[in-house]
């Protein structure tokens, strides 16, 4: 079965500054990878999600992500974070289920804080 | 968020009555999902749908029942509420065409008390 996992539960970082939330996979075949954001109070937002191709992604809001196949990873960063970008953050993976029928398998998520 | 919406926003409710949040879209999308939100367990799925009357069970299924008489409505049952299911609940729906989006569109959440 697939799994995903966020080993940072909460990061602390200053606005202008780098980021980079961590994302590990474990899936038998080819994955389909996604990053969601959460705003406080609200539903998620797609950011960004790789099929195949290119292995660095582009997304919404300045975000981008790499998947690294050896590495089983699949990391989002952005190179100057703000205010607005305080929200918790979750990778999923897509997998078919035993009747054929896809699904999202979520990490436990990323609480990304920012300091002035 | 548009084409999709969860009703209701809040619900309190007693513990061992019956409780059902409803799932609507507009969108015409084939498959439709019911999650639970707890903190440090991210989101887990409780039952979809990938068709009319056609369902099936998530890794959290246990004392939650589905139905989908038509294609917009996706209806979340507990049938005896307990205060484990103190939760947020999300339903989320996606076209699924087979190597097209593969993106998931959200609600906005029920937030569901059990007292």
């Known amino acids: 079965a697939q799994s995903v996992t966020q080993p940072d539960i909460h990061i602390t970082v200053s606005e202008g500054a780098s980021l980079e939330l961590r994302c590990n996979y474990s899936y038998g075949a080819t994955p389909y990878l996604f990053w969601y954001v959460q705003s406080p109070g609200q539903g998620l937002q797609l950011l960004l999600k790789?099929?195949?191709?290119?292995?660095l992604v582009q997304g919404i809001k300045g975000f981008e992500a790499e998947f690294k196949r050896s590495q089983s990873s699949f990391n989002l960063r952005k190179p100057s974070v703000h205010w607005r970008d305080a929200a918790e953050y979750f990778c999923a993976v897509f997998a078919i289920s035993n009747f054929g029928n896809e699904k999202l398998t979520f990490g436990t998520g990323t609480r990304l804080t920012i300091i002035p | 968020d548009a084409g999709i919406t969860q009703s209701p926003r809040h619900k309190v409710t007693e513990t061992g009555t019956p409780v059902t949040l409803r799932c609507h879209q507009t969108?015409?999308?084939?498959?439709m999902y019911w999650y639970r939100q707890d903190p440090g367990h991210g989101l887990r799925l409780i039952h979809y749908?990938?068709?009319?009357?056609?369902?099936d069970k998530g890794e959290v299924s246990d004392g939650y029942s589905v139905s989908r008489s038509k294609t917009e409505d996706f209806l979340l049952t507990l049938e005896s509420a307990t205060s484990s299911q103190t939760s947020v609940y999300f339903c989320?729906?996606?076209?699924?065409?087979?190597?097209?989006?593969?993106?998931?569109?959200f609600g906005s959440g029920t937030r569901l008390t059990v007292v």
């Open positions: 790789y099929f195949s191709g290119d292995t």
């Open positions: 989320a729906i996606s076209a699924s065409t087979g190597g097209g989006n593969y993106g998931y569109t």
């Open positions: 969108e015409n999308h084939r498959y």
């Open positions: 749908s990938y068709g009319v009357k056609d369902t």
